[in-house]
């Protein structure tokens, strides 16, 4: 049996689409198809309901998930494995994050001189949590939750702060009649965006966006005040600090990696760099390392009782 016709098959179920599915493992959607069918044939049973609301699981296709997920973690261990045998001590490296984390490491990564050491980084930027086990990523470095499952070797990198950011011309502007940059209506549960938008009440939010990039160029344009990480904020000539960090928003960050490829050379090299950087960035990451624009009055945080959702 084809483990590509197995691995379809997975995609298929999770997504219960075609078309996710195919941009889940990389392929075009008659590919996916063709595959499914294939399996089809092979096992002589149906393994989906074709519903509107989705590809659902026959009884053949629910006997059939457990044994092909067990194939998948065994073609995952392998794969791992290979990497331990590989000689060569260079090659490439794909590190997942959200875009500040990958922001943070592409503007120092430079520093590791990887192009001595043969080695190339992929810099994943991405809300999804990308599997480090089925070797969507190598390296993780992500905002702590819970504690992490699986074979997988954890660091602490430090804490990440966040704090209030506008333009000097908006700063300017007497409190009252301060505006704000959100965020889109997708990410209203986050922590960040209810946050700002309590503090904002009755203020308008003139724009919303779904990235911080997209959030600091609008305030970079005067649109308004925003949410930053501080290391990003600080770091921005047209951008001045309203408030000191804020403590309900500050995240800790670990760095993950899965124990059978941790002793891989390459990767080695990368994680080693990577907390070393973090814990030399340490004051920058937390905000301490800049006090904001004494010229422009700092505002008060308001005192919050209520315990705001996770990001």
């Not at 989705?54 to 995952?76: H, N, Q, Y």
Request: proline fraction near 5%; charge should be neutral; hydrophobic fraction near 45%.
């Amino acid at each position: 049996m084809d483990w590509d016709n197995l691995k379809v098959f997975l995609a298929v179920e999770r997504s219960r689409s075609l078309t996710e599915a195919a941009a889940e493992i990389k392929v075009s959607q008659p590919t996916v198809g063709r595959r499914l069918t294939a399996l089809e044939e092979t096992l002589g049973v149906m393994l989906f309901d074709r519903r509107p609301d989705g590809w659902r699981l026959t009884a053949a296709g629910k006997k059939l998930k457990p044994l092909a997920i067990e194939v998948e973690a065994k073609v995952s261990a392998l794969e791992r494995a290979t990497d331990r045998l590989t000689e060569d001590d260079g090659g490439l490296v794909r590190v997942t994050g959200v875009w500040s984390v990958c922001r943070f490491i592409l503007d120092r990564v430079r520093e590791a001189n990887l192009v001595g050491r043969a080695i190339s980084v992929e810099l994943i930027h991405d809300g999804s949590l990308y599997s480090l086990a089925k070797r969507e990523a190598d390296i993780a470095v992500r905002i702590r939750r819970s504690a992490p499952r699986g074979d997988l070797v954890t660091r602490s990198l430090g804490v990440m702060a966040f704090a209030l950011y506008a333009s000097p011309q908006t700063a300017a502007l007497p409190p009252d009649q301060l505006a704000f940059v959100g965020f889109d209506l997708a990410s209203q549960g986050f922590r960040q965006s209810q946050w700002l938008d309590a503090f904002a009440d009755r203020r308008p939010v003139v724009m919303r966006a779904s990235s911080v990039d997209l959030r600091m160029r609008a305030a970079l344009m005067g649109m308004g005040a925003t949410i930053l990480p501080c290391f990003l904020g600080d770091a921005q000539p047209g951008l001045v600090r309203l408030t000191p960090p804020i403590p309900e928003l500050t995240e800790e960050l670990q760095l993950l990696v899965h124990g059978d490829v941790a002793g891989v050379n390459r990767i080695r090299v990368m994680t080693d760099f990577l907390f070393s950087t973090f814990k030399l960035e340490r004051a920058r990451l937390s905000g301490a390392a800049s006090d904001f624009d004494m010229d422009v009055a700092p505002m008060s945080l308001p005192n919050r009782d209520e315990k705001l959702n996770e990001i």
